[in-house]
């Protein structure tokens, strides 16, 4: 009788993950008025030639975004409620700040950015709960594939460990897993991040802080940019003394971190 429940239980939640999370690609999306107009702001300084060098497209794009509030699970979906399209820069939180600054800088049109946004965010660009790129080693691992993974490159004190990464029930709460995949997971610890490993991280390298936190590969994310002041971690932050995106002293956060993933726009 137990396992008759058990396969019951199975059917009932692969019926729920199949029919309640996926939101066709053209769904209609209607974009508030601050949030469209800064699209269109941003992409008439850039100019339309998204060929550019990326690390100073990346600079560009999220300078524009300091000072935007922090909010939390800003996106909308789950296992058992419908994956919805999220495009909203009133409030970012560390994940979604990269999608947007991703999506703008290979963006040329209002669109395009869309587009870019499912691409960015969804493997495949299927936009369903189960398909949201939920980890940040993913951008290097899910296709389409927005970066490669350069961490080893950086340091030859580099380590790799192999994790389970566990999708939740419930995007914004850890518990009860839908989804795993085992992943090696390469880092390099803080104490090895010193000025030679700042002197091979290029601007616009996405960083990811590491976790040894089951089920997770890192806890926050940002954007490394060498400024005229030193090196920083660009970063929607969720410290009670910012709550914004700012720019953090790159080797004064990292320092109180177990370490960091690298990325590479491609």
Not at 66 to 93: C, K, N
Not at 165 to 186: C, E, F, N
Not at 236 to 242: D, E, N, P, V
Request: aromatic residues 8%; glycine residues 8%; hydrophobic residues 40%.
């Amino acid at each position: 009788m137990s396992k008759m429940m058990s396969v019951l239980s199975g059917l009932v939640l692969g019926l729920m993950l199949t029919g309640f999370t996926r939101t066709p690609l053209d769904a209609p999306l209607k974009l508030d008025d601050y949030t469209l107009g800064k699209i269109k702001l941003i992409e008439s300084r850039l100019g339309r030639d998204t060929r550019d060098d990326p690390g100073e497209r990346i600079n560009e794009i999220s300078a524009s975004f300091l000072g935007t509030p922090y909010v939390p699970h800003m996106l909308v979906g789950s296992a058992t409620s419908a994956e919805q399209l999220v495009i909203d820069f009133r409030g970012l939180d560390c994940f979604t700040y990269l999608d947007y600054v991703e999506a703008l800088r290979k963006s040329d049109s209002v669109p395009r950015f869309i587009e870019n946004v499912v691409r960015t965010r969804y493997e495949h660009g299927d936009i369903s709960y189960l398909n949201r790129k939920h980890f940040f080693t993913d951008w290097a691992h899910a296709t389409p594939l927005n970066a490669r993974d350069v961490t080893t490159g950086i340091s030859p004190d580099a380590t790799t460990i192999t994790k389970v990464l566990k999708t939740p029930l419930d995007g914004g709460q850890p518990g009860q897993s839908v989804a795993q995949v085992t992943r090696a997971i390469s880092y390099i610890p803080s104490e090895f991040v010193d000025d030679a490993v700042i002197s091979r991280l290029k601007t616009g390298d996405y960083i990811g802080i590491y976790t040894p936190a089951d089920g997770l590969d890192v806890t926050h994310t940002g954007i490394f940019i060498m400024t005229d002041k030193g090196p920083v971690l660009r970063n929607a932050s969720a410290r009670s003394s910012s709550y914004k995106v700012v720019d953090s002293p790159f080797l004064a956060y990292v320092k109180k971190t177990p370490g960091i993933v690298v990325l590479r726009a491609i």
